[in-house]
């Protein structure tokens, strides 16, 4: 297990998985963020605890190390979130199915219409589970140089104005890509459509995070934080208040791990 997650606030740590539960103040939803870490080997052994028959049918046409390894840390992110919301006992009950635009479906032996969104990096994978009434979406990235000149053609000079109050350059591109992708995710559409859609029109500085509104799509608001190189953005409907919490020390330490 990394060290740096050992020393987090966050009660639900097992092994390299970290659950961070979310409660809102004016509505009676809960959503979860989950994050898994592990090397390659580890996580081939732990697809046989967490992977439906229909994802094990998909990994086994997947044979790339690096795409093998984020799909399952995606999935065991996306099943300790929904473990965790609604009470599902066993994961591999859960089945994560592709959409005709490549977003993700939970099928599961329950009454409920979970939501789920999916995210990751390298040896790093996020989810967020949710109440179907309230999407939302996540996305990480690293923050790269070489990113810089792939982000760019995509911001308008408004944006890259309003944008400075995130520190440089290439952070705050970073962290205007993760909003717009996980912008994308709750509508569905993904990088289909062009990305001016999800011009952002307005960022703040808060407690440590940053609040972002969009121009054609106000009744969203992201929520991102830059931690060790990593840029991390959850979009979220307007009207939604975070209570407080401690996502961002655990984010801190989830993306310390991997410094």
């Not at 709750?186 to 703040?204: D, R």
């Not at 808060?206 to 009744?219: D, L, S, T, Y």
């Amino acid at each position: 297990m990394c060290s740096a997650w050992q020393s987090t606030s966050c009660e639900f740590v097992i092994n390299n998985i970290m659950l961070i539960p979310i409660e809102f103040i004016n509505y009676k939803t809960n959503c979860c963020c989950a994050f898994s870490s592990y090397e390659l080997d580890e996580a081939e052994k732990l697809a046989f605890e967490y992977l439906s028959l229909n994802e094990h049918k998909y990994l086994a046409n997947i044979h790339n190390n690096k795409p093998r390894l984020t799909f399952i840390l995606s999935r065991i992110a996306a099943k300790q979130a929904l473990q965790h919301l609604y009470d599902i006992y066993n994961p591999q009950l859960i089945d994560i199915q592709h959409g005709i635009f490549n977003q993700p479906i939970v099928i599961c032996d329950s009454k409920i219409s979970p939501g789920i969104s999916i995210s990751h990096i390298n040896k790093l994978g996020a989810a967020i589970a949710f109440q179907n009434h309230y999407p939302m979406g996540i996305d990480i990235e690293v923050i790269k140089p070489e990113y810089l000149d792939i982000i760019k053609p995509y911001l308008s000079t408004a944006e890259m104005n309003i944008l400075s109050i995130v520190g440089d350059t290439i952070s705050s591109f970073t962290i205007a890509w993760t909003i717009k992708e996980a912008l994308s995710k709750v509508l569905k559409t993904g990088l289909t459509t062009p990305l001016s859609i999800y011009e952002i029109s307005k960022i703040n500085a808060i407690n440590g995070m940053f609040v972002a509104k969009f121009k054609h799509f106000p009744q969203y608001k992201a929520i991102s934080m830059i931690q060790n190189n990593i840029a991390f953005s959850l979009v979220i409907p307007q009207q939604l208040q975070l209570k407080q919490s401690n996502i961002l020390l655990d984010f801190n330490n989830i993306s310390a791990s991997l410094s």
